[in-house]
Nanobody, 121 residues
Framework: QVQLVESGGGSVQAGGSLRLSCVAS????????MSWFRQAPGKEREFVGG????????YYADSVKGRFTISRDNAKNTVALQMNSLKPEDTAIYYC??????????????WGQGTQVTVSS
């Protein structure tokens, strides 16, 4: 059974930083791509960033490119999202997500419970 547990959310002022972490269990972590999605109140869930199973490739939404960095530690079954220069529009619940199938990127069936990030102006 796949379990994804996020931590690190909180409240910060605009321009500040937060680091989200996610610990995964249940499958061979190094075989699966990971991503972060977010959902703001009244808005659809959106892709924030993703990382390949090896960690070699990363992908970002245009809205966070240059400000957010995703990384993973396959030895510790963890993925992180470093968020810098935060803006009020980054306020959302952030979800850690694991790919459906091994060594693929783009289908996301396994979701964590989410962690709240609030950025005040």
């Amino acid at each position: 059974q796949v379990q994804l547990v996020e931590s690190g959310g909180g409240s910060v002022q605009a321009g500040g930083s937060l680091r989200l972490s996610c610990v995964a269990s249940g499958r061979t972590f190094s075989s699966y791509a990971m991503s972060w999605f977010r959902q703001a109140p009244g808005k659809e869930r959106e892709f924030v960033g993703g990382i390949s199973w090896s960690g070699i490739s990363t992908y970002y939404a245009d809205s966070v490119k240059g400000r957010f960095t995703i990384s993973r530690d396959n030895a510790k079954n963890t993925v992180a999202l470093q968020m810098n220069s935060l803006k009020p529009e980054d306020t959302a619940i952030y979800y850690c997500v694991q790919s459906t199938s091994p060594r693929t990127f783009g289908s996301w069936d396994y979701w964590g419970q989410g962690t709240q990030v609030t950025v005040s102006s």
